[in-house]
């Protein structure tokens, strides 16, 4: 069972609020990732991290921010939120090295924008 | 750029029977592929991580194959029960580059029925 935690797991807000979507791991994994997720569609990164104070974006443009000041948690903060923020959103941490890393992924956020 | 294409993208089965997801990839320069499962509205589950230089792996009822020089893996459900009963999704993480990027399939749709 994966030690993997977000919240909150639904978020109904209007446009241009301010949202922190949470994460939080308790395996110590140095590896997390945010990806957003459309509903029948693939999952897609928008940031990563491989350790404390070291983030990056992934392959999709992302008006979102992340941020890693402790290796259990990365929050992720939209400044003003769209109705195009309509999503899921899917925090993963992974294990041990690059060629047999697994995911873990939280139970998702989803996301409703106004 | 890798593109992971999954067939069928849906499946119904009578409870019971046996059955296989299939996967394919365009560039075989891949550490690994990885299967996950996804209930509704959650997060992914990882089932079966196979490495670059490995044929198979099992685990219980499943059993996930791969031919990276072909660009395919499949996922072999034994005895199917209800249970089973969700999106499975199959990922290559590319070797090189970028190697911190996986690459998702759309997902089958499994429905086993009692």
């Known amino acids: 069972e994966a030690d993997i935690y977000q919240t909150p797991r639904y978020l109904v807000i209007g446009t241009g609020k301010k949202i922190t979507l949470e994460c939080s791991q308790t395996m110590g994994h140095d590896k997390m990732y945010w990806y957003q997720q459309d509903p029948g569609m693939e999952l897609h990164l928008i940031h990563y991290s491989y350790g404390v104070n070291s983030t990056e974006k992934g392959d999709l443009s992302s008006e979102s921010t992340v941020s890693r000041i402790r290796t259990e948690h990365f929050p992720l903060t939209l400044e003003s939120a769209r109705p195009s923020h309509t999503s899921q959103y899917l925090c993963?941490?992974?294990?041990?090295?690059?060629?047999?890393?697994?995911?873990?992924f939280g139970s998702g956020t989803q996301l409703s924008v106004l | 750029k890798q593109e992971v294409t999954q067939i069928p993208a849906a499946l119904s089965v009578p409870e019971g029977e046996n059955l296989v997801l299939n996967c394919s990839f365009t560039d075989s320069a891949i550490y690994n592929l990885q299967w996950f499962r996804q209930d509704p509205g959650k997060g992914l589950t990882s089932l079966l991580l196979?490495?670059?230089?490995?044929r198979e792996q099992t685990s219980g009822r499943l059993n996930a194959s791969l031919d990276k020089s072909s660009g395919r893996s499949t996922l072999y459900i034994a005895a199917s029960q209800p249970g089973d009963s969700a999106t499975y999704l199959c990922?290559?993480?590319?070797?090189?580059?970028?190697?911190?990027?996986?690459?998702f399939g759309k997902g089958t749709l499994l429905t086993v029925n009692p």
């Open positions: 990922a290559v993480r590319r070797s090189g580059g970028s190697n911190y990027k996986l690459t």
């Open positions: 993963a941490s992974g294990n041990r090295g690059q060629t047999n890393e697994k995911l873990f």
């Open positions: 196979i490495q670059s230089s490995q």
